[in-house]
């Protein structure tokens, strides 16, 4: 069977190259190709290949922001490519297939895809062990700022200064914003840790708020306490993660 590849490069000479030297491999079928992230995440998600040629730096999301935004069910293979060596460390600690750093050769992609063909079959337990990685990690510049929301045919931006709480879904954290509820394909327990402790306190198990909408404080004779934020939403912390975070509430901040 053909290994279904799908291309992400945001630079059209780049992006016919690496087709190019796909293509000169006998059981190589490219499916589909990107030059942004966005456009990307919408066309990996419709065309479900087997293995992703990933630039790290493309517009509108990065690399990692891409992988982020699949669902887990997506599953692919991922070989990073990119022509900076400071992104090589956390591509292998994200548990990619491989790395290419640019310029590369047609001999050195196609032990790219050996290496890939050899370890396919332990590709999709790879992939959502990168996901949950990435979706884990403090972003370079600090905590998360925004979340990429994917929906039908295209991602939407929700600022994490519109976020008044986050509650467990599932398997998806809903953020709640003036404008509404959008859903993100993570769980509670994994988006917490890429957020700022100085801004979301955990409050219970299924409940993240952020410290700035608290509008009251009401201790309950069993433990635990009331909150009451600033949209009138009504919140309990539970006696669980009560001393952990009435510090914080209380002083406003981490």
Known sequence: ????????????????????????EGDVEVVGEAADGPEAVRKIQASKPDLLFLDI?????DGFEILEALD??????????????DYAL??????????????FDGERLHRALDHVRRNLPAA???????????RSMPREAGYRSRFAVPAKGRIYFVEADEVERIEAAGNYAALHTP???????????????????????????STIVRLDRIHEVR?????????????????????QYY????????????
């Open 1 to 24: 069977m053909a290994l279904r590849v799908f291309i992400v490069e945001d630079e059209d000479v780049a992006r016919m190259k690496i087709r190019d030297l796909l293509l000169r």
């Open 57 to 61: 730096r493309v517009p509108g999301l």
């Open 72 to 85: 887990l069910d997506t599953r692919p293979a991922v070989v990073f490519t990119t022509a900076y060596h």
């Open 90 to 103: 956390k591509a292998f600690e994200c548990h990619a297939l491989d790395y290419l750093l640019k310029p």
């Open 124 to 134: 999709s337990e790879a992939f959502q062990r990168l996901v949950r990685i990435l």
């Open 179 to 205: 404008s509404g509820e959008h859903l993100l394909r993570i769980p509670l327990g994994e988006l917490e840790k890429s957020l700022d402790p100085n801004v979301f306190a955990r409050v219970h198990r």
């Open 219 to 239: 201790p309950l004779l069993r433990g635990g306490a009331a909150l009451s934020l600033k949209s009138g939403a009504k919140i309990i912390v539970s006696r």
């Open 243 to 254: 001393k952990s975070s009435i510090d914080r509430i209380l002083k406003g901040r981490a």
